[in-house]
């Protein structure tokens, strides 16, 4: 067992937040599906469900992960967003919005040149990338963008493992 | 523009190291070369950590997949206890 960090959430109560949300999340998944078993319909849908699970474990995890960090806020911000977009596009039936190749990660624009003195200062170069994979990375300085980072992969691990668990758990 | 430049390199240099080293200590890959004592540019821990973070979402999608095919299989109307057990003490 971990022993608990001394950040405020320790990670044994962040674990058993997100597998309660994603397991009821699971659950809504599965009602509001149609639960047709027609092959023909079935890829469109299954992808569409495949989706929704994929969203409700990030979301899941960024309201585990509490509101006091950056990159849980800019996740749930971003997901609002996009599925305001969406629906949006739903209305209109076009697909030529698809501009973005990633959904709307940026939160805030900051110039980006201060970005690049701050981090090639002290020798690194590779931020820019790392900023564009950590939810609301790129209106981070350098020094937030690490701790931000630090803790957004302990949360990944633990999502890993609790989905993993999960699946194992009903493919028996 | 120079004066700034060395009041937050000062101000930040002690704490931008301790945050790259706590990183390290996350990422897999370069937890062993720590053990063995060799010292791992900061650079190589910023591109492992893209990697890493590439590949825990490759196995978010996967995931997502195993379980939207199992879906329909689970058996549960609540919350299973169970499960929950399984899941929350490994």
């Known amino acids: 067992m971990k022993n ?8 044994g109560s962040v674990r058993s937040r997100f597998t309660q949300v994603f397991l009821q999340s699971l659950l809504r998944i599965r009602k509001h599906s149609p639960a047709s078993s027609s ?11 495949c989706h929704r699970v994929k969203v409700a474990a990030y979301v899941s995890m960024a309201r585990a992960a509490g509101t006091r960090r950056a990159w849980s806020r800019a996740m749930l911000w971003r997901v609002r967003h996009d599925a305001h977009r969406h629906r949006l596009l739903q209305g209109r039936c076009s697909r030529s919005s ?45 020094s937030c963008l690490l701790d931000e980072t630090a803790h957004y992969i302990k949360c990944l691990v633990t999502q890993v493992k609790v989905m993993r668990s999960i699946a194992d758990f009903y493919s028996l | ?41 900061p650079s190589k821990i910023l591109k492992e950590t893209c990697s890493y973070i590439r590949r825990l979402h490759r196995e ?22 169970q499960l929950l057990r399984t899941v929350l003490l490994q």
């Open chain 1, 4 to 11: 608990p960090q001394r950040s405020p959430t320790n990670p």
């Open chain 1, 39 to 49: 092959s023909s319909s079935s890829l469109g849908e299954f992808l569409k469900r």
């Open chain 1, 98 to 142: 698809s501009r973005e190749r990633s959904p709307g990660k940026k939160k805030r624009r900051t110039k980006k040149k201060k970005k690049r003195r701050d981090d090639q200062e002290h020798g690194f170069g590779n931020a820019e990338k790392l900023q564009k994979l950590v939810p609301g990375g790129e209106a981070m300085d350098f």
């Open chain 2, 1 to 41: 523009m120079s004066t700034r430049r060395s009041r937050t390199s000062q101000f930040t240099e002690d704490e931008i190291n301790n945050l790259i080293f706590k990183l390290q200590a996350l990422l897999p890959q370069l937890e062993q070369r720590r053990n063995n004592g060799r010292v791992v540019a």
């Open chain 2, 60 to 81: 978010m999608d996967e995931l997502s997949e195993r379980l939207t095919s199992l879906l329909d299989n689970m058996e549960i109307s609540s919350v299973d206890a």
